[in-house]
């Protein structure tokens, strides 16, 4: 291993990250499963790129079929991508009929940035303070942690993320309102500045800010101001998106508003790089009257028939069903690992997306969630952390995940609890 590393080191560079004290050098993945290279079996509790579980022997078969028959660049014509297109944009409503296919969630926001742009003519954008949108020059300029070369510009306005712990405006009942009204603040402040409104960004799900529990029309008034004010509305559904969630296909149809622009990728073809943006006709047609916009590896033939064969399984194996019953069943079992243990503070989520709040004496307990991943890493269950103070433990694993796979979260976590604190 100590090998592997030195040469990741030296050829990736000394700040490329990898997870748990000792990183798990992987050689192999089925379904919910991975195996390291020394044959140890681990429950993937966290990937969120598997979406129909590791080395789908549909998918394997619809990209092998498709490589060897022709993969090209995007600027011949070819089925692919018009049958993977429309079956996706079905999934939608509100005339989000047109898309743009990329290799990236980072560029699929890029790309949303610019037809905010294009259409409004205004650059200011509104986002949150404790979230991550990717690693474009333009996108990182909306991360709050990760400081983009040349320093945060002040054309990007943040408001405070939603909590579950420490809400906005103080009151879980009053979040929206205080919300919508940071929103306004931030609409106002770009009014008055050179920059002007052009969007309001935002994960539907809040999945880079710990997921809070939210009611279904939290983001109303915030959406409604940015409408008013001429601003598009851009929902990155690249984490919550293709029915993980369980009780809807995309996040902003559970909190039930409807985003101009929404931006797609991790899951949506199991691990082959594809991302998309999705829109209304006229925000692509004046996006692409700015910009001759083309992606040489966007949307081609191999990409298309893995993202279909996705969107297929999803549907076929009745996922988004599946993500909806373990989750809910996943979620009893954590509520009553929390009666046994004072550090769990808040379990919430919903679908396969799940969260587990640690606090102790009054303050977020960052070191036991720490130690906690690496326990469950140890004990053969990969998860990871979320939250402003990365004191939640994230599960979001491959939706077929089923009951008896999270029972063996559920009783792994309770020996780790039991061995950590
Ligand atoms: N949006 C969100 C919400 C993300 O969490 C991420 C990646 N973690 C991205 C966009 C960027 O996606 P990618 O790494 O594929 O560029």
Redesign the pocket.
């Known amino acids: 291993m100590s090998d592997v590393l030195a040469r990741r080191k030296r050829l990736l560079g000394p700040h490329v990250t990898t997870f748990y004290k000792e990183p798990v050098h992987l050689a192999r993945g089925e379904g919910v499963w991975l195996w390291d290279t020394d044959g140890r079996k681990y429950l993937d509790c966290y990937n969120n790129v598997p979406h129909v579980g590791h080395c789908h022997p549909r998918v394997v078969k619809a990209i092998a079929k498709q490589a060897a028959t022709l993969n090209t660049h995007t600027r011949y014509v070819h089925d692919g991508i018009l049958d993977y297109g429309e079956a996706l944009t079905a999934k939608f409503d509100h005339d989000l009929t047109s898309m743009v296919m990329v290799c990236?969630?980072?560029?699929?926001?890029d790309v949303a940035l610019r037809m905010a742009q294009a259409v409004t003519g205004k650059t200011g954008v509104i986002t949150t303070d404790n979230?991550?949108?990717?690693?474009t020059s333009a996108v990182s300029q909306l991360n709050s942690s990760k400081t983009p070369i040349g320093g945060f510009k002040d054309h990007v306005k943040r408001v405070p993320a939603p909590d579950n712990m420490a809400p906005v405006g103080g009151t879980r009942a009053g979040q929206a309102a205080a919300f919508a009204e940071a929103v306004k603040s931030a609409i106002a402040e770009l009014a008055a500045s050179e920059h002007g409104l052009s969007a309001l960004i935002i994960?539907p799900y809040f999945?880079?800010e710990g997921f809070p529990t939210l009611e279904k029309g939290f983001l109303d008034e915030a959406v409604a101001a940015v409408k008013a004010a001429g601003g598009i509305v851009i929902a990155?559904e690249?984490?919550p998106g293709f029915g993980r969630i369980g009780s809807h296909w995309w996040g902003h149809q559970k909190l039930g508003f409807a985003p101009d622009i929404v931006?797609l990728?991790?899951p949506m073809a199991n691990g082959h790089?594809v991302?998309a943006t999705i829109t209304r006709p006229e925000i692509l047609t004046a996006f692409q009257d700015g910009f001759k916009y083309f992606n040489t590896f966007g949307g081609n033939p191999v990409s298309a028939a893995a993202a279909h064969a996705v969107l297929n399984v999803i549907e076929d194996e009745g996922l988004v069903a599946n993500a909806a019953d373990v989750g809910t069943y996943a979620v009893a079992q954590l509520k009553e690992l929390q009666t046994r243990y004072d550090v769990i503070a808040d379990v919430r989520g919903s679908g396969l997306f799940l969260g587990v709040e640690l606090w102790r004496d009054g303050k977020p307990a960052t070191e036991i969630c720490t130690a906690m991943i690496d326990e469950m890493r140890n004990r053969g269950v990969l998860l990871h952390s979320e939250g402003r103070y990365d004191n939640t433990l994230k599960i979001r694993p491959p939706c077929a995940f089923d009951r008896g796979n999270a029972d063996l979260l559920v009783e792994t976590m309770n020996a780790a609890f039991e061995a950590v604190q």
């Open positions: 990236s969630g980072s560029e699929a926001n979230t991550y949108h990717g690693n994960c999945a880079n990155d690249v984490q931006t990728g991790k790089p991302a």
